[in-house]
């Protein structure tokens, strides 16, 4: 158990719906980091929150978004959902940056 | 461009041998390099990590090396165990403090 929770674990919806993923970091983590794992492109870095601020973006479209609370617990948004938006999506987080990133379990979405 | 590979999608190795995991990568300006371990239906877990200043670093049955002259990683796994088996990643991490993960490689423990 890394300590990082992640919630729902399973998600099915359907194209044009929008869904939230939350995630809890580890108990005095800063930083949160949202990554998107398809079979055909792996596991791919989506966007960092770092106290509460944005630090840096990745792969993100523009239909997705994400904040991290004061309570540095994070939300991904994501809307106008396409099938191809099926994927297992990880939440982890770190102390700092440029740290050991502990894993959440993963929210896995469904888009039918 | 940058990017970070495995050189085989799969490893096959009979219990009790070591394993030898390749990556290679291409971002000169890396300098902080993990190796994840990710079994079914998990998300991936921590195994090793090194910074570019250090081209060896050692943990419990498992050593990473790193050779920045060909930009080449590995992860060793000594005596490898049935729990060992799972898809293996090698990530990178710039200044600009994103993690590139490689395609990852599939670790089959023969019994």
């Known amino acids: 158990d890394s300590g990082v929770t992640q919630t729902p674990k399973h998600l099915i919806t359907a194209t044009g719906q929008r869904v939230t993923l939350r995630c809890s970091p580890r108990?005095?983590?800063?930083?949160v980091y949202w990554y998107q794992q398809s079979l055909d492109q792996g596991l791919q870095f989506l966007i960092q929150y770092y106290n509460g601020e944005e630090r840096a973006k990745g792969n993100i479209l523009e239909r997705f978004s994400a904040q991290q609370f004061p309570d540095l617990h994070s939300e991904l948004n994501l809307s106008s959902l396409e099938l191809g938006d099926s994927a297992l999506y990880f939440c982890?987080?770190?102390?700092?940056?440029?740290?050991?990133?502990?894993f959440g379990p993963g929210t896995r979405l469904t888009v039918l | 461009g940058e990017s970070v590979g495995l050189h085989l999608p799969t490893l096959s190795v009979q219990e009790g041998d070591n394993s030898i995991i390749n990556c290679a990568y291409s971002?000169?300006?890396?300098?902080?390099f993990i190796w994840y371990k990710q079994e079914s239906g998990k998300g991936p877990q921590f195994i090793i990590d090194i910074r570019s200043n250090m081209d060896k670093r050692q943990g419990q049955r498992v050593t990473v090396l790193l050779n920045k002259t060909v930009k080449h990683l590995s992860l060793q796994i000594a005596a490898t165990q049935p729990g060992d088996s799972a898809v293996y990643f090698c990530?990178?991490?710039?200044?600009?403090?994103?993690?590139?993960f490689g395609a990852g490689t599939t670790v089959t423990v023969r019994a």
């Open positions: 971002n000169s300006a890396s300098d902080y």
């Open positions: 108990s005095g983590d800063l930083s």
């Open positions: 990530a990178e991490n710039s200044n600009d403090y994103k993690l590139s």
């Open positions: 982890a987080s770190s102390a700092f940056m440029n740290n050991e990133q502990f």
